[in-house]
């Protein structure tokens, strides 16, 4: 069989297996989407790794580094290593949520008495001045001077036993929902556990199955993506870290009310570029405007400046040149990503869409380095100047 019989049997065989799937494209559908609920859990925890092992390899190599300088003759296999770095990023991270849940919960607790009783204090000069507008405040007066805000922080703290008891009982029913997760947590597990030996395998195979440059072109995807993101996670970590405390000691020096709540608000924030510094903004000066009317615009002031010096100075250093992006091309990822995403995905869009531009930017570089070489095209990006 001749190479043009060869082609014009693929083009059919192509053609009839394209033909078959437009027709039953309903029945593919719900077989790819049985099968994305299938692989769901295996996904999650991948990239539940993936995240946890960005911390795991900095304990790594902390723990590798005071080794070698303790004794250089003695040091501990790779195997133990694995496991005291995994234990103390699990350790690291119930930490960072027993400490962030112990500070904000209180902190909001706190906050809504404080506010409750400052629009109690402050509701009748409020009337006064919607009645001159027309605005009949009869039924909220009413609502106000019965509402018990105590009693009912003293209800919710009572009825713990009882929300535990009834988030149990629609647990018990929930049972996918947590045989799913708890699969993802234990495929987790695994894969920071032996990711070394899991790395070999998957090596073995694509040798055993792909070309060699085949092979090379994945290891250089696969390198450049762990990097941005690790980069780009400890980065994003620290910074925030950082913010937080940065707001703290400014508010608590200058005596603006909610210093801790807004500083947390603003570390958690920090995480979703452009919008969760406004929310963030937004929702302590509108705490500090029910507390302390006359402290708004310096709260307002203060942040901006305290955002201002962060971004300018410590976020370029900090995470310094892990993603390249552009505004226009950071906004695009927030944008793409918040539509696609939501949440989680404004912040995994910015390293995804720097290493696609990474890619982008090196297969250009090579097509222009072809063009140049065969005398088609030139290096030379800028278009020619007219007079």
């Known amino acids: 069989m001749d190479k043009k019989t060869k082609q014009y049997l693929m083009l059919i065989t192509y053609a009839i ?57 003695r040091i501990p296999p790779q ?26 919960v209180p902190e909001i607790v706190s906050s809504v008495e404080s506010i409750y009783k400052q629009v109690l204090e402050k509701w009748p000069e409020w009337s006064e001045e919607l009645k001159g507008y027309g605005v009949d405040t009869a039924k909220v007066t009413a609502w106000l001077e019965s509402f018990d805000i105590e009693n009912l922080v003293s209800t919710v703290s009572s009825s713990a036993g009882s929300l535990v008891s009834s988030i149990a009982a ?50 250089g995807v696969g390198k ?38 807004t500083a947390v608000l603003a570390a958690v924030f920090a995480f979703v570029p452009y919008i969760g510094s406004f929310f963030a903004c937004f929702i302590g ?25 962060e971004n300018q100075f410590i976020y370029p250093h900090v995470v310094g040149t892990s993603v390249g992006l552009g505004a226009f091309w950071t906004l695009l990822a927030v944008v793409l990503g918040g539509q696609i995403m939501g949440v989680l995905g404004m912040v995994f869009f910015i390293p995804l869409t720097s290493v696609i531009v990474t890619l982008l930017r090196g297969h250009m570089a090579k097509r222009r380095a072809l063009k140049q070489a065969e005398g088609i095209g030139s290096v030379e990006t800028d278009p020619p100047k007219t007079e």
Do not use: W
């Open 224 to 261: 450049l993506v762990n990097d941005t993101y690790s980069k780009f996670l400890s980065g994003q970590c620290l910074e925030a870290c950082i913010l937080g405390v940065m707001v703290f000691v400014v508010f608590t020096i200058l005596g603006i009310p909610y210093a801790s709540l």
């Open 79 to 104: 195997s133990a290593i694995t496991c005291i770095s995994f234990l103390l990023t699990l350790v690291s991270v119930a930490l960072i949520i027993t400490l962030v849940v112990t500070m904000l």
């Open 170 to 219: 629609f647990a018990a029913k929930a049972f996918s929902g947590i045989s799913n997760f708890i699969i993802s947590l234990v495929i987790a597990c695994y894969a920071l556990l032996s990711k070394r030996q899991l790395s070999k395998q998957t090596n073995s195979i694509m040798s055993a199955y792909m070309k060699k440059s085949t092979v090379e072109r994945i290891h």
């Open 285 to 309: 000066a509108f705490l500090v405007l029910l507390a302390e009317p006359e402290k708004v615009i310096l709260c307002i002031i203060v942040y901006v400046v305290v955002q201002f010096i």
């Open 17 to 73: 297996v394209l033909f078959t799937a437009i027709m039953n494209m309903g029945h593919i559908y719900a077989f790819v989407k049985n099968l994305i609920g299938l692989l769901s859990p295996v996904v999650v925890g991948l990239v539940v790794a993936f995240i946890l092992n960005v911390p795991m390899s900095g304990f790594e190599k902390l723990i590798d580094k005071l080794a070698h300088k303790i004794n250089k003759n």
